[in-house]
């Protein structure tokens, strides 16, 4: 059964420091979307990734956050300068264009030192 | 961000038996909910839906049950096997968009 798959599984950054966070939706699938859960909290969405633009983010999603679909399998999530606070599981999911429900990846683990 | 609550952070049940599950939502433009398990170190994995047009929808050991009027959704898991140990996470969207999710209830079954 496809799945989506992220990389890496964990990543260790210094404040400040920029880092990419890498998902592979399921192929036939139009629609993604990034969450994050920090630790002890509710899974929160960041935003949503339709026909190679931004159809929704939330408050969280500032100009330090970025997507991208730069080729026809990757969807990359980009934080520039990291914080502390953006220490979470970041998790990303995808859906198809006729159906509600969205798939997960197994999520990276972000902890910014 | 309170528009979706789950109550009761853990549950455990004997193996055999009925568990309940249960979520409440503020939002009464949701129209899609949604439960997802979660085992540790794994992305949250899809396991029933409903869609505000009904109000039970059944999956083999899964039903869901959703109450509009007093915005209530609850998920019956029967009967409880041990590999249903995980934490159980509702969802909520207006819409095909961003979910809303509740915070999750760990569940136990002892075998």
């Known amino acids: 059964e496809p799945e989506v798959t992220q990389t890496p599984s964990h990543q260790v950054t210094q404040m400040g420091q920029e880092v990419i966070l890498r998902c592979v939706p399921i192929s036939n699938h139009l629609y993604f979307y990034w969450y994050r859960q920090i630790l002890g909290q509710k899974v929160e969405f960041l935003v949503s990734?339709?026909?190679?633009?931004?159809?929704?983010k939330s408050e969280i999603f500032d100009d330090q956050f970025s997507v991208e679909r730069p080729d026809g399998s990757n969807f990359t999530l980009k934080i520039r300068s990291t914080k502390l606070e953006d220490s979470a599981m970041y998790f990303c999911?995808?859906?198809?264009?006729?159906?509600?429900?969205?798939?997960f990846g197994p999520g990276t683990r972000l902890l910014v030192l | 961000d309170q528009q979706v609550k789950q109550n009761s952070p853990s549950l455990s049940v004997q193996e055999g038996r009925i568990s309940i599950l249960n979520c409440d939502y503020t939002?009464?433009?949701?129209?899609?909910f949604l439960w997802y398990k979660k085992y540790p170190a794994e992305g949250p994995t899809f396991l029933i839906s409903i869609s505000s047009i009904k109000d039970k929808n059944e999956d083999g050991r899964f039903t869901v049950f959703l109450n509009k009027s007093a915005k209530h959704l609850s998920l019956h898991i029967v009967p409880s096997q041990p590999g249903d140990s995980a934490v159980y996470f509702c969802a909520a969207s207006v819409g095909y968009n961003r979910l809303a999710f509740g915070k999750g209830n760990q569940v136990v079954v002892i075998p």
């Open positions: 999911a995808s859906r198809r264009t006729d159906q509600e429900t969205q798939y």
């Open positions: 939002n009464s433009m949701f129209d899609y």
């Open positions: 990734f339709y026909n190679n633009e931004i159809s929704e």
